[in-house]
């Protein structure tokens, strides 16, 4: 059969504040972990590289030079980023303010560097403290961003784009969502669905509170797909990095409004990768038959977002999974 599959990975990982070597560690197993089920595209969760409760280290330049040192790592073992579309989460410092970021990263060289677009303020989360939300163009501006030194030594790449672009790969479109932004009123998944990107992935710093799972995540990360059509992959942290929160885990893919696969919300491992199998043609049926109603709805302000190309097929026959 000639019949095509996108086999997508989430991962959860138990990270820890400014534990550079035991995040890069943890990361790059579960690269690994991804690449050995056949997997194409790989999300990590919110600021994995210099664990997310960092607090006033954020302040701290260091703190963004070594993260940027261990992405260079990751960078500079070709097997990692071979044939695999690798998402990652650092803070990155552009026009003197600090951004929280999503790094897409495929055979060695950056794609993309997308920014946070809201930031969570309530709880115990304080990120307006650090980092600035995207506001550039009402959110949808895209800039060209000098790497530093220590990644242009990997493979000579001098420049990225930064901004709330969609990936644009041979056979399928992906786009971000980051934490906070899955919880807010305007959505960016909607959005995305409308300007047609099939697959929306979150990367999440979520803490464990009693109910929180069955009231109101999963059907935050459900809810879009089963109106719109389309994939949702959440990726979540796990266990205690150093502050007063217990992270959840709990990283799931969903499609059309159905759970794939849901990750352990407690397990004592250091990560966790769960995979999906998804047959994308299902969600353009699905999309041929609602779509209609959600684009007449939208026409007079449709958005519309910059692309940047992945030179990858997210899709491929079963038997060429490696599996």
């Not at 260079?72 to 998402?87: F, G, N």
């Not at 992935?201 to 879009?224: C, E, F, Q, W």
Request: aromatic letters at 10%.
């Amino acid at each position: 059969s000639t019949k095509k599959y996108a086999k997508l990975a989430t991962c959860q990982l138990n990270q820890w504040a400014m534990s550079f070597a035991h995040n890069k560690a943890n990361i790059i197993e579960s690269i690994r972990a991804a690449k050995a089920m056949g997997a194409t595209y790989r999300l990590g969760p919110e600021l994995e590289i210099t664990g997310y409760n960092c607090q006033d280290h954020f302040y701290e330049m260091d703190t963004v030079t070594h993260a940027w040192e261990v992405l260079a790592d990751i960078l500079s073992d070709s097997s990692l980023t071979e044939d695999i579309l690798v998402d990652v989460g650092m803070p990155v410092f552009f026009k003197g303010n600090l951004y929280n970021v999503r790094v897409y990263c495929l055979n060695q060289e950056i794609l993309l560097l997308r920014p946070k677009l809201q930031l969570a303020g309530g709880g115990c989360y304080r990120e307006g403290r650090w980092f600035k939300p995207w506001s550039y163009g009402e959110g949808r501006a895209v800039f060209d961003f000098m790497l530093p030194d220590v990644i242009q030594k990997v493979k000579g790449q001098v420049k990225t784009k930064i901004g709330n672009a969609v990936v644009q790969c041979l056979d399928t479109e992906i786009a971000s969502e980051i934490c906070q932004e899955m919880w807010v009123i305007d959505n960016s998944h909607i959005d995305y669905f409308v300007d047609g990107v099939e697959i929306v992935t979150n990367s999440s710093g979520s803490y464990h509170m009693l109910r929180k799972l069955a009231r109101d995540k999963i059907a935050k990360i459900v809810s879009p797909t089963a109106k719109a059509g389309g994939v949702y992959v959440f990726s979540n942290l796990k266990g205690g990095d150093g502050d007063r929160v217990f992270f959840d885990g709990t990283s799931m893919i969903c499609m059309n409004g159905q759970i794939y696969t849901q990750g352990k919300q407690f397990s004592i491992t250091n990560v966790d990768v769960d995979v999906a199998v998804l047959d994308l043609d299902q969600v353009r049926a699905m999309r041929l038959q609602v779509m209609d109603k959600h684009v007449f709805s939208k026409t007079t302000h449709q958005k519309h977002f910059e692309r940047v190309t992945a030179n990858i097929q997210i899709c491929r026959k079963v038997t060429d999974f490696g599996q």
